[in-house]
C-alpha cells in the first residue's frame, strides 16, 4: 500500500494534472455542442477528455506522449475513454475525427529546458510558446473530417494573433469561444474550422 502510495505520487509530478486552462477548455468544448469521435491531444491526467465523455454523446480518445500521463488517464477515465500513446495526431487516419481538442504546452522556456522531464514537456512550447503548437496546427488538418473542428486553447504569451496567423495559413478561421484573464496571461479557446 505505501509502495502504490510512492509510486502514485511519482507519477503525478509528471503529469499534468487539471488547472485554470483545462477546466476552462473543459467548459468551453462541452458548451460548444462537440460531437462524433473527439481526440484529445496531450491529455495529461485525462481530466479533459473525462469532462467531455462524461458531458456529450461522443467517443473519445485522448492521446499523450508521457506514458506517465497515459497510466494516469487510463485509470482516471470509467466513461469508455480509450487512452493511446501518440505525438500530436501522427496515428490517426486521414479524414477520421470530428474534433480535436488540445491544450498544448504553452510557457516560453529555452528550448533545452523545456525537455529535461515529463512535466517541462508538459508546459513549455520552446522560444515563442509555439514550438508544440505550429507543427500541431500544420497535420490537424489531415485528420479531420470535412465539417470536422479543432478546440485549441491558447496563452497570451505564446500570441494569439501569430496562432491564428498560423492556424489561417493552413487553411482555417478562428473564433474565440472563451477568454479569461489571469494576473499574467489571458486564456483563450479558440475553435479552428475549415
Known amino acids: 500500500m505505501v509502495k502504490d502510495l510512492a509510486e502514485r505520487r511519482g507519477i503525478e509530478t509528471e503529469v499534468y494534472q487539471p488547472a485554470e486552462d483545462s477546466h476552462l477548455l473543459a467548459e468551453a468544448v462541452v458548451a460548444d455542442g462537440v460531437s462524433g469521435t473527439v481526440v484529445e491531444v496531450g491529455t495529461g491526467s485525462g481530466y479533459v477528455a473525462e469532462r467531455i465523455a462524461a458531458e456529450t454523446d461522443t467517443r473519445v480518445v485522448a492521446t499523450d506522449l508521457n506514458p506517465h500521463a497515459c497510466e494516469q488517464a487510463h485509470e482516471r477515465t470509467d466513461h469508455g475513454v480509450e487512452v493511446v ?4 495526431v501522427e496515428p490517426f487516419r486521414d ?28 508546459l513549455t512550447g520552446g522560444e515563442d510558446g509555439r514550438a508544440v503548437i505550429d507543427p500541431f496546427l500544420d497535420d490537424v488538418g489531415r485528420v479531420l473530417a470535412p465539417d470536422g473542428v479543432v478546440y485549441l486553447l491558447v496563452s497570451s504569451l505564446t500570441g494569439v494573433d501569430e496562432v491564428v496567423d498560423r492556424a ?6 478562428a473564433v474565440a469561444l472563451h477568454d479569461e484573464s489571469f494576473p499574467f496571461e489571458t486564456l483563450t479557446v479558440l475553435k479552428l474550422l475549415r
Do not use: K
Not at 168 to 173: C, K, L, M, R, V
Open 168 to 173: 489561417a495559413a493552413n487553411g482555417f478561421s
Open 85 to 88: 500513446r501518440a505525438d500530436l
Open 95 to 122: 479524414g477520421s475525427l470530428d474534433a480535436v481538442v488540445f491544450n498544448p504546452p504553452y510557457l516560453p522556456a529555452d528550448d533545452a529546458a523545456a525537455r529535461n522531464d515529463w512535466m517541462e514537456v508538459a
